[in-house]
């Protein structure tokens, strides 16, 4: 499980290292959703967004004064249409098209495990369709240590942005006021240094070289994507407790 991460949230910045431009028109729609939430009544919004409950902090949350994405905060995820490549918000947990109520949080729809991918009823109708990559410095677990559970934080020793494909799906509401993109991140086996400090999953790294066929998977055959998701850039992460 990959339950936050560490985010480059200088837009200007993300963009000239990916080398790739922000879609201006996704950010102006997040801009008014986080408009349209301060201004409805909370029980309103319950009722659009098909919550169990009144929410009691805020929807259409970014990454916080850190850089930290939690389940449920928007980040920055690239993706691509035919040859151009543009970054967009979206939710860090799958919220299902046509789905009339959220998913319950008991439930993992953050992290999606490769060996799921065409099994899982919120995976399948995405792989091989909408495809993302998103880009981070680090990401965090909880891991058992001197018999408590201790929150870790795991860097690739060599500072680079880790590129983690992702799948994503865009949810509308049944009145059209609320629409929105999410997106969950796909994990794997952890490197030795990883399983050695406790902890079972870890994004998969994708190596720069297929992030093209990665993104725009519709001439490829599973295959050929599976080739790619199993042959990651083999980093070796540093750790810090945090």
Known sequence: MCFSIQAQTNLK???????TPLNTKAYESFRLLQELEASLDPQELKKILGLKRKPSSDIFKSADKEGRIFPNYFANVMTQEYEERSISPMRYRVRPRGSQEEIPTKFNVFNARLDSLEKRQTWAPLFMK?????????FYEWVERNGKKTLIKFLPQDGKLIL?????????????QISFKSFAIITTDPPKEIEEMGHDRCPIFLKEEYLND????????????????????????????A
């Open 130 to 138: 909408n495809h993302g990559v998103i880009a981070f410095e680090a």
């Open 214 to 241: 990665w993104l725009n998977p519709k001439g490829l055959s599973k295959n050929d994507t599976y080739e790619i998701l199993t042959h990651p850039y083999q980093e070796h992460y540093d750790y810090e407790w």
């Open 164 to 176: 983690a494909p992702c799948l994503w799906d865009e949810w509308t509401s049944n009145d059209k």
């Open 13 to 19: 910045v993300l963009s000239q290292k990916l080398n």
